[in-house]
């Protein structure tokens, strides 16, 4: 299967091509044209990574050892299938996707897409560039630290994380890995990003330096591809059980996760309905239920849920490339890029909402799902039982492990504010009697130098001047 532009398909990339050079030549996402059909019920009983490889096969991509060689790097997840689905209710689940290294369901893509790109780059040096809200970052980091051949620049909002998640990149000091702190949102982080992928001059200064550009947020495919099977599998394993179709709810932001679920549902999985679950940066609910996507006059707002604090989601494009075509697709893009609206007709809207339904989860009633859920929660995860109905056979995907938000946790549950996070984070342990990774814990002990704050216009040289060293 060749890989095709979202504003305009005769645009094409192979899967090594669009995983190298995610940029496609019109500003749009590379996407399937059609989705295989895979019949996930044929291989229900293998293990998490061959049933992966089943999944992966059915693209017919090709590189079916190196994907095999790749899945292997789940083998470092504290959980035998790389996730865990959690029973809490008769009918209600709790898909686990945090028990990579970085405890984010973002090491679910990354630390096999790691592997993926250091193949493929053996004869060439790659720089890989990152948006990050939270996740993404760590995530990126660590399954690149320590490569030869390629060297990853990291950019997050300053004050746009957890704390937590910050110690997470800022303690990863390695040769190959620059961390940047940018003036702003996490909009203005990716929208930096974006221009830079875009921008020849800054491809050529690279070039000078043998280096090539490339991308690791999820307006990369090879990130999207392995957010399907998780969701694929856990569906399958409640229709097993259950003989229902399942829902699966998604606290989304940059909607990455959730496209995972509808590509999913497209291919075969047992699903009824993808609930899309935001904060009070309310953008996603407002489309889903309007049909209008409309930054104008919309504020970024801060929340507990910090990886969700974003407005211009990415991957909508390839949602609206599925449902639509590339034509139509390009006509919304563009009034987006230039008026910061777009509304859909009817019709269009009524396609959306036979797969997805969308509410949104103020901090308050987040902190309150916290307090009352029956096993830890991160706020992100939290989002989710805003939209739980218990008498169908749901899925709540949790995104990332308690640990990196205990003051919001702490704030929640005791109804006090955090006031010395390493031992507020210590209490919660025992009190939950939970056993924390050792390379979370000692994070509170780091000792880090003084960072910088860049503003946008400084981005560019701060990245090639650290790559002359």
């Known amino acids: ?83 865990e689905l959690k029973k809490i209710d008769d009918k209600i689940y709790i898909n686990e996707l945090w028990h990579g290294p970085t405890r984010a369901f973002k090491d679910m893509a990354l630390q096999p897409f790691g592997v993926l790109l250091n193949e493929f780059s053996k004869d060439k ?30 950019m997050y909002p300053n004050g746009g994380t957890s704390s937590l998640q910050e110690l997470q990149m800022r303690a990863l000091d390695k040769d190959n890995l620059k961390v940047l702190a940018i003036e702003g949102n996490f909009d203005d982080t990716q929208r930096i990003l974006k221009n830079l992928l ?8 690279l070039k000078i330096q043998d280096y090539e550009l490339c991308a690791a947020n999820s307006v990369n495919f090879g990130r999207i591809l392995f957010q399907i099977i998780y969701h694929y599998y856990a569906s399958l394993k409640l229709w097993n ?26 291919m075969g999985a047992k699903i009824a309905k993808i609930k899309i679950a935001s904060n009070a940066n309310n953008i996603l609910s407002e489309f889903f239920n309007e049909g209008v996507y409309d930054l104008r006059d919309k504020i970024l707002k801060k929340t507990i849920s910090p990886a969700m604090d974003i407005l211009i989601s990415s991957n909508i494009e390839r949602l609206l490339f599925d449902k639509f075509g590339d034509l139509r697709t390009n006509e919304l893009m563009n009034l987006l890029k230039n008026q910061n609206y777009f509304t859909l007709n009817q019709k269009e809207l009524q396609s959306l909402q036979e797969d997805f339904e969308a509410d949104f989860c103020e901090d308050n009633e987040c902190m309150r799902f916290i307090k009352e859920s029956k096993t830890l929660i991160d706020p992100h995860t939290a989002t989710c039982f805003k939209m739980l109905d218990i008498s169908k056979p749901s899925i709540i995907t949790s995104t990332a492990e308690w640990t990196k938000f205990t003051p919001s946790m702490i704030k929640a549950i005791f109804e006090r504010d955090c006031i010395d996070e390493k031992e507020d984070f210590r209490l919660l342990a025992k009190k939950f009697n ?33 790559m002359k060293k």
């Open 1 to 83: 299967m060749t890989l095709v532009e979202s504003r305009n398909i005769n645009n094409k990339a192979d899967f090594k091509e669009a995983l190298i050079n995610p940029n496609a030549p019109q500003g749009g996402l590379y996407s399937p044209l059609n989705l295989p059909y895979f019949d996930g019920e044929k291989y229900s009983e293998l293990s998490y990574n061959d049933f992966a490889l089943k999944l992966i096969e059915s693209f017919e991509f090709g590189y079916e050892e190196l994907f095999k060689k790749a899945l292997q790097s789940y083998e470092k997840f504290d959980h035998h299938s790389a996730i």
């Open 125 to 154: 040096k790659i720089l890989i560039m990152c948006a990050t809200s939270g996740d993404t970052g760590p995530a990126t980091l660590k399954s690149f630290e320590n490569l030869e051949n390629i060297r990853v620049a990291c």
């Open 198 to 205: 875009s921008k020849e001059e800054f491809r050529k200064n």
């Open 241 to 266: 059980e259950f003989k229902e179709k399942v829902e699966i709810i998604v606290p989304s932001g940059n909607f990455g996760n959730a496209l995972g679920a509808y590509y999913a549902k497209k």
């Open 434 to 466: 939970l056993e924390i990774k050792e390379e979370i814990s000692k994070l509170f002990d780091l000792n880090l130098k003084d960072k910088r704050v860049c503003k946008s216009e400084e981005v560019e040289n701060e990245i090639l001047e650290w």
